[in-house]
């Protein structure tokens, strides 16, 4: 019988995901645009991620220039999927929640990927 994950377990990862792959997306655009890009989802990731680096500054290392700090603190974001979540749900193993928002869009992907080459 397989254990299934509760839902404010499954729920929570997803929210943590999208933060972190929010968080991520942000440092990725900002390879590629200036901070003050007028490019609508550079925008939106900017006003969406700027509280949580507030929040995350007095444990950001000053030594870090800025582009990489979004990275820094969607780290955290990983660390707490990956370790603490399986952790509160009991699992002796860690790493067992295996990211249900990743495994959701990885399964989406192959379906779609299916639908074209069929």
Do not use: C, H
């Amino acid at each position: 019988m397989t254990e299934q994950i509760p839902f404010w377990a499954v729920a929570l990862d997803y929210v943590l995901g999208m933060i972190m792959w929010t968080l991520i997306g942000r440092f990725g655009m900002r390879l590629f645009l200036p901070e003050e890009s007028k490019f609508f989802f550079s925008r939106f990731f900017i006003r969406v991620t700027d509280p949580l680096l507030k929040l995350f500054r007095p444990i950001t290392p000053a030594f870090l220039v800025a582009p990489m700090v979004p990275l820094y603190v969607a780290w955290f974001f990983f660390m707490f999927r990956f370790y603490l979540m399986p952790w509160m749900l009991g699992y002796s193993v860690m790493g067992m929640l295996s990211f249900p928002l990743e495994s959701e869009i990885a399964q989406g992907v192959a379906y779609l990927v299916g639908l074209l080459l069929n």
